[in-house]
Structure formats: structure tokens, C-alpha cells
């Protein structure tokens, strides 16, 4: 059970770019979402989906986009990224019943440099 | 306006030791509380959580304590282990609203020492 897979585990981009960071689980989870992780300012929500074709906005959504076509897959776009997106990515994905519907599961996260 | 903070960045003890993290919070609507370890150059991994009905969950060596009326939450490991050497983060949501968005404080780095 390989549970929440990011890919790719590294990327530089200059400023300007596009690129999609991938994110597929197979827990069969409803709810996903994508976090960044910045020094000193802990994992802020990026966006978030309650299911397929569903989703919406989290603390730090301007510059990424997202859809959600299947249950196990939720890609984030940087449309044209900036320097200020250099950070961690990690996608998460819980449950939305059962006795674990509370606990969001993280993958390895994404590493990601503009220059 | 960080709703859920992490006072102390970093953290030591010594092996055997009782490790206390500690964790507040400013929004009274959040009812589901957790925490998460993370390792170097991984994800973080669930380790406890409590609801808001209760003051404390147990689980082996992991303790969290829950003050509502202190909007406080406490980690407490013990004994203190080397492999406990990592960030730790707390987290809030409400369970009902908001989808149960995870809102994470800054981490705590604990550093066990043999």
C-alpha cells in the first residue's frame, strides 16, 4: 500500500515557468489537500478538495491552481512561478468516515527551488 | 493572525527523560486537535490526537492533554527517546466546518540526548 505519492521529489524552475506537482493516492480518501512548509511558519493549507470535482481555497491560495477529476489523483499548478514559491509541498490526503476520518496522511513532499 | 502557535522552536532533554510540547490556540470553534512528527526530508506522520470531549488521550509512551479553557495542548513523551528526535507540529480543525481544514502551528524541534 503505497498511500499518499508525490512526484517529482525535487524542482528548480526559473521565475516564469509552469509546472504541476503531482499527487496520487490509493486509500480510496475523498478529502485531499496541499500544504507548504516555510521556516518558522509551520505547513499553511494551500487548497483543498472534499471529493472529485470539488474543491476549494486554503490560507495561501494565489498562484496555484487545482483540480480534482478522480478520487486519486489532486495535481497544483504554479502557473508562473515565483521566487516566493520556493518551499516544501506536501499533499495529504484522510478519510472521510471510518475511525480514522479525522487524520490527514502526508506524502514525502516535493522540494522546490525558482530561481 | 496565526491561530495556533508554537511557542518554543526548539526543545532538548535527556534520555529517559519526560519531553513536554507544548502548543496554544486563539479559536474556540476547534474541536478536533492532533500532532505530527516529522523526520529530515519527510512527510509528516500522524502520532496522536484528542477530541475536544476529552482533557487527555494516551497512547504508550504519548500523552496529549487538552485545557479548553486555557485554549491550551500539551505534548508530553515519556521516557524520551533518541528516535523521538524530531519537528513536531500540533494541529486544530473543526470537524463539521471548514471541510476540517488542518490549521498547524510552527513546530517545536525536540532533540533527544543519549
Known amino acids: 500500500n503505497a498511500g499518499v505519492t508525490q512526484t517529482p521529489k525535487f524542482q528548480v524552475l526559473k521565475t516564469g515557468q509552469s509546472m504541476t506537482l503531482q499527487c496520487a493516492q490509493d486509500?480510496?480518501?475523498?478529502?485531499m489537500s496541499w500544504y507548504r512548509q516555510d521556516p518558522g511558519m509551520g505547513l499553511r493549507l494551500i487548497h483543498y478538495?472534499?471529493?472529485?470535482?470539488?474543491?476549494d481555497q486554503g490560507e495561501v491560495p494565489n498562484g496555484y491552481n487545482v483540480s480534482r477529476s478522480t478520487t486519486e489523483d489532486f495535481p497544483l499548478r504554479l502557473l508562473s512561478a515565483a521566487p516566493s514559491q520556493t518551499s516544501v509541498y506536501f499533499c495529504?490526503?484522510?478519510?472521510?468516515?471510518?475511525?480514522?476520518?479525522?487524520?490527514?496522511?502526508f506524502g514525502a513532499g516535493t522540494r522546490l527551488s525558482v530561481l | 493572525d496565526q491561530q495556533v502557535k508554537q511557542n518554543s522552536p526548539s526543545l532538548s532533554v535527556q534520555e529517559g527523560r519526560i519531553s513536554i510540547l507544548n502548543c496554544d490556540y486563539t479559536?474556540?470553534?476547534?474541536?478536533?486537535f492532533l500532532w505530527y512528527k516529522k523526520y529530515p526530508a519527510e512527510g509528516p506522520t500522524f502520532l496522536i490526537s484528542?477530541?475536544?470531549?476529552?482533557d487527555k488521550n494516551e497512547d504508550g509512551r504519548f500523552t496529549v492533554f487538552l485545557n479548553k479553557s486555557a485554549k491550551h495542548l500539551s505534548l508530553h513523551i515519556v521516557p524520551s527517546q533518541p528516535g523521538d528526535s524530531a519537528v513536531y507540529f500540533c494541529?486544530?480543525?473543526?470537524?463539521?466546518?471548514?471541510?476540517?481544514?488542518?490549521?498547524f502551528g510552527q513546530g517545536t524541534e525536540l532533540s533527544v540526548k543519549p
Open positions: 495529504a490526503s484522510r478519510a472521510d468516515r471510518g475511525n480514522s476520518k479525522n487524520i490527514q496522511y
Open positions: 486509500m480510496n480518501h475523498e478529502y
Open positions: 478538495s472534499v471529493g472529485a470535482g470539488i474543491t
Open positions: 479559536n474556540s470553534m476547534f474541536d478536533y
Open positions: 484528542i477530541s475536544s470531549i476529552k
Open positions: 494541529a486544530a480543525s473543526q470537524i463539521y466546518n471548514q471541510g476540517g481544514k488542518l490549521i
